[in-house]
């Protein structure tokens, strides 16, 4: 409209921070909009006196000397606004009688022509009247129930040649009853009126200090649908009017409209607006920093793959509403048009490579198509589905981005399959595919990366040949980090590409087997790892199909295992020992077992391993002896015998490894099991299901005598310093214990020393405490002539070494306690023979009756022999039966 002087950003700046010196350089035209203000400025009585503030209204002054317009904003100041206050609120009152019912205006008296003449014709504080009297109206019949869908059909404010008065007018009279008209009210009634915007923008430059309050309250009132009504669309282009003015807060009202879910268009709007204004909407692109997200991409993605639900499916359902309507001028197609011209710029290189500098942009790119997709349900035109598999099948750089890059065009493939709509975009997948296979060795040696795309197209050719749909959409997921519905039917020509053209079932058990293992592998190592692989081909009996070994890889990735544990190495596992002993339906064939060698390698360092035999164990790397590696085999051996034994009618009629007792024997197990127990943050996957076997199975492990002496010893008042073990020694304890009878303050002052050590610090002194217990019984037919200080002693570091080496220290013990002239075998009892017949530690030698600390420990291990017998009586019974 010629007759309108719109406000201008660089006007209402000037006025939101009274800037004199800008103001003074305005032209008239741009200080016309915010005369009302100025006017008020320099003729009110203000609050700040100082000399400071006067001279700005000097300025100010000087400003309005010469412009005409300023004399009809005087008159309106000189108006008795306490009266025509009053008048209004009567007004107010009589329409709540009447409840709306009368049509017209009660606060002015029968028009004698219409309300525009009359308007013209009348003084300053009449014009007044009139604007008030069509303005309350309108805030009246927009707070009935219906009152959103209302339009006011008004002469006066449809008129352009009355709009700069008209605004003049509505500021004053805003500013001078700013209780009768809330400048919130004032704006919603606006937008039911004629030219509302326009005169939006006018009253919020002569207040600019609440631009933010009505920016809100425009937001958190508008309607749910607002692009299907007409009253929505006005505040929309009302709020970019506003926006418009003050640039600045543009992305500040983009946050309210994701704040309250509404006006989604008007959010989109000035996301476009500000790609404008930074240069990122230039049609070469050369403005566009290279690599760089416009906000464009950066706003989609983040409403759409932010933490809100809410926010998600609000701006998912603007997505489907617009596609609905065939209008490109809705701010969708806006949006469309512009991402994809950003995607030619990107891709606008003429070469098959991307740069390393796009390769961030890319991965944003694909990611925000998938969510369009995947939570939107956005339709691909042709344009965007052939950009997006061109960008999908670039070559990225050999760097950790170029390998996230792939890993996400892999997921888009699967994820939006229709972009393949030709034979010719189908070729241009299977080379890219391949040229992948070919890649893979050489990205993971230049990028550093372990979570290789390898595995994961390993990985996927894995679950097309199980038909594991679901594994697919959930690899798919988490790869692009949201939830997007992958149709099955709709892989169905991806799935012949896998497994047909590019990965038959052979080639992708031999491939995986020779991938090398993750060195230190755990919970911190995040992508799709060799494990991944190996466990799904577990799971499928893959390897025992065709034959593959598997063994040694298995082995090599125990070894290399750290903590925190990966959350796979258990059920991987439980999937290797279920390949080994059931066999499938299909076939007979079974992987082979790690060999007892290979098992006790691993536990040649630790110092509680018992008894290695004669044969000398293989050589291992240091590492491979570490805590973490150790309960890994410990699991894998127990859970080797449980489904040995609960499969003994499967195996019955096959030859099935098993490992002896003289393996188990060695195994530290109650050791072991501490250290996962005080670690169960690290081993939060296994120390559950390891704790179950051993209940099961070794239930003298599990005594509760035992573990309240462990609670007990693991407090810090029983732990001491280093330099108290430097003064007993073996030898000296030995020399100190043969001559009890003789010095015993020497004995007494070694084994207090001792007491007061950890139990790990004990375990030297094992050998030297079991065999002076004979020396300790009292002689026969007289008293104890051992202080009981002695005995109490030896029997407190009796049970510290209980705590750690339970098995071993009671066949020593057994062993040590037998009748030295009582007709019995000299042959040392073992483990297996107490466990048969756990009486026989009653057959000790008569004086421990007599003697009550080492009548204790004969009856700890008595007790944990009957659990044992008890166990394996129970096992016994099991393989019988079946």
């Known amino acids: 409209m010629s007759a309108e002087v719109p406000v201008t950003a660089n ?14 350089a305005l032209s008239e035209r741009e200080l016309r909009p915010i005369l009302s203000c100025l006017v008020r400025m320099s003729l009110c009585s203000p609050l700040d006196t100082s000399d400071k503030w006067g001279e700005r209204r000097k300025e100010i002054l000087r400003c309005l000397a010469g412009i005409e317009t300023v004399n009809s904003l005087v008159g309106l100041l000189s108006i008795d606004f306490h ?21 017209e205006s009660l606060f002015i008296s029968q028009l004698s022509q219409g309300i525009a003449l009359e308007f013209e014709h009348s003084d300053a504080a009449r014009k007044l009247r009139l604007l008030l009297s069509e303005l309350l109206f309108v805030v009246h019949q927009i707070k009935e129930p219906q009152g959103e869908g209302y339009w006011k059909q008004s002469e006066l404010f449809d008129s352009e040649v009355y709009l700069e008065e ?35 923008c006018r009253l919020v430059a002569n207040v600019p200090d609440a631009f933010h309050k009505v920016c809100c309250s425009l937001v958190a009132n508008a309607p749910e649908k607002e692009e299907e009504g007409v009253a929505g669309q006005k505040r929309v282009d009302a709020l970019r009017r506003l926006c418009n003015i003050c640039p600045s807060h543009a992305l500040t009202v983009r946050a309210l409209c994701v704040e309250h879910c509404k006006l989604a268009s008007l959010a989109v709007a000035l996301t476009l607006a500000r790609c404008d204004e930074t240069g990122q909407a230039t049609s070469d692109g050369d403005d566009t920093p290279e690599g760089s997200i416009s906000d464009v991409v950066a706003f989609v993605s983040g409403v759409l793959l932010g933490s809100d639900m809410n926010v998600r499916k609000w701006f998912a359902t603007f997505v489907k509403n617009g596609q609905k309507s065939k209008d490109t001028t809705l701010m969708l197609s806006s949006l469309r048009h512009e991402l994809v011209r950003e995607l030619k710029c990107m891709l606008d290189t003429g070469a098959n490579e991307i740069a390393e500098t796009r390769v961030v942009q890319g991965c944003a790119f694909i990611r925000l198509y998938c969510a369009l997709k995947g939570i939107a349900s956005l339709r691909f035109n042709d344009e ?70 390898g595995q994961m197209l390993l990985l996927i050719a894995i679950h097309f040949h199980s038909n594991q749909n679901n594994a697919i959409a959930d690899l798919v997921c988490s790869t692009l980090g949201m939830k997007s519905a992958v149709k099955a039917n709709a892989l169905t020509r991806m799935k012949a590409i896998f497994v047909h053209e590019i990965f038959t079932e052979q080639v992708v058990s031999s491939h995986a087997v020779n991938v090398a293992v993750t060195e230190n592998l755990n919970a911190d190592i995040t992508g799709y790892l060799p494990i991944h692989c190996i466990y799904q081909l577990l799971r499928s009996r893959t390897f025992s199909k065709y034959e593959v070994p598997i063994k040694n890889w298995i082995y090599r990735q125990i070894c290399s295992s750290a903590t925190p544990l990966h959350s796979l190495m258990t059920p991987l596992i439980e999937s290797y020992v279920n390949s080994i002993i059931v066999p499938t339906a299909k076939t007979d064939r079974t992987n082979e077992p790690i060999s007892e060698q290979e098992i006790l390698a691993v536990f040649r360092h630790s110092m509680l391993t018992t008894g290695r035999g004669s044969e000398e164990p293989m050589e291992v790397e240091g590492e491979r002896s570490s805590l973490t590696t150790q309960l890994l085999l410990l699991y894998y051996v127990l859970l080797y015998q449980d489904t040995l034994l609960l499969k003994t009618p499967v195996v019955s009629s096959r030859r099935v490894v098993t490992y002896s007792g003289r393996l188990l024997a060695q195994l530290p197990i109650k050791y072991l099991l501490q250290q996962a127990q005080r670690q169960q943050q690290l081993y939060a996957s296994l120390f559950p299901a390891l704790l179950r076997l051993l209940a099961t199975h070794y239930p003298h492990l599990c005594l509760v005598e035992d573990c309240l002496d462990e609670e007990r010893m693991t407090l810090p008042s029983t732990v001491v310093c280093q330099s108290s073990r430097s003064s007993c020694s073996v030898v000296s304890l030995q020399q100190a214990l043969n001559r009890l009878t003789e010095q015993t303050s020497l004995a007494v002052v070694l084994l207090q020393q001792l007491s007061m050590l950890s139990p790990v610090q004990t375990l030297p002194y094992a ?35 209980h705590v750690l080496m339970p098995r071993k220290l009671r066949v020593m013990t057994v062993n040590a306690l037998r009748p030295v002239n009582g007709g019995f075998s000299a042959t040392a009892y073992t483990e297996d023979d107490l466990t048969l017949d756990p009486l026989t530690v009653l057959r000790c030698d008569d004086r421990v009756f007599r003697c009550a600390p080492l009548l204790e420990m004969t009856l700890r291990v008595l007790e944990g022999f009957l659990q044992a017998s008890r166990s394996h009586l129970a096992s016994h019974a099991q393989v019988t039966d079946s």
């Open 384 to 453: 965007e589905s052939r950009l997006l598999l061109e960008l999908a099948t670039r070559h990225p750089p050999p760097t950790a981005a170029g390998v996230r890059f792939i890993c996400l065009a892999l997921s888009m493939l699967l994820a939006c399959p229709y972009i393949l709509g030709t034979t010719e975009q189908e070729r241009t997948a299977v080379q890219w595919i391949r040229w992948l296979v070919r890649e893979v060795t050489h990205f993971e040696r230049a990028s550093g990366v372990q979570a290789s795309f």
């Open 767 to 801: 050998e030297t405490i079991v065999s002076c217990l004979p020396s300790l019984l009292p002689p026969s037919g007289g008293c104890s002539r051992v202080p009981r200080r002695v005995l109490q002693l030896v029997h407190d570091i009796w049970l510290k070494l």
């Open 11 to 24: 006007a209402f700046e000037a006025i939101q921070n009274i800037d004199t010196g800008r103001l003074s």
């Open 83 to 103: 009266a025509l206050e009053q008048d209004a609120k009567k007004e107010q009152q009589l329409r709540a009688k009447t409840g709306g019912q009368h049509p």
């Open 166 to 200: 008209l605004s003049d007018v509505l500021c004053i009279a805003q500013a001078e009853l700013p209780s009768l008209l809330p400048i919130t009210e004032v704006a919603e009634a606006l937008l039911h009126l004629p030219n509302g915007a326009w005169l939006l």
